[in-house]
């Protein structure tokens, strides 16, 4: 089966750090460009990092650049988003996409979502 399957999210209080991974299956991961993307509440999505196929770049929102790290392991087809210095504001829903390239332009595949939540 072809899906993504997020995990990590949980209650962290500001200033704190959680380890987002995303689990790829059914399709040939490495060849594929990946991002993460939030949904904080009330709000539309944002997409937040992107990483090419092989890791080699990486890019992210102005809004986390700094605290989050993206990277990959095309040994285990897993994604993961390291966060680190987290505020209120990160709260949000986290999705992983995969992309129709090996950039991170387009995307046609998504995971459910995992909940981060920031705050005291």
């Known amino acids: 089966e072809v899906q993504l399957v997020e995990s990590g999210g949980g209650l962290v209080q500001p200033g704190g750090s959680l380890r987002l991974s995303c689990a790829a299956s059914?399709?040939?991961?490495?060849?594929?460009?990946m991002t993460w993307v939030r949904q904080g509440p009330g709000k539309g999505l944002e997409w937040v990092s992107g990483?090419?196929?092989?890791?080699?770049?990486?890019g992210y929102a102005d809004s986390v650049k700094g605290r989050f790290t993206i990277s990959r392991d095309n040994t285990k087809n897993t994604l993961y988003l390291q966060m680190n210095s987290l505020k209120p504001e990160d709260t949000a829903v986290y999705y992983c996409?995969?992309?129709?390239?090996?950039?991170?332009?387009?995307?046609?595949?998504w995971g459910q979502g995992t909940q981060v939540t920031v705050s005291s």
């Open positions: 996409a995969k992309s129709v390239t090996a950039g991170w332009v387009s995307y046609d595949l």
């Open positions: 059914g399709f040939t991961f490495s060849s594929y460009g």
């Open positions: 990483i090419n196929t092989e890791g080699a770049y990486t």
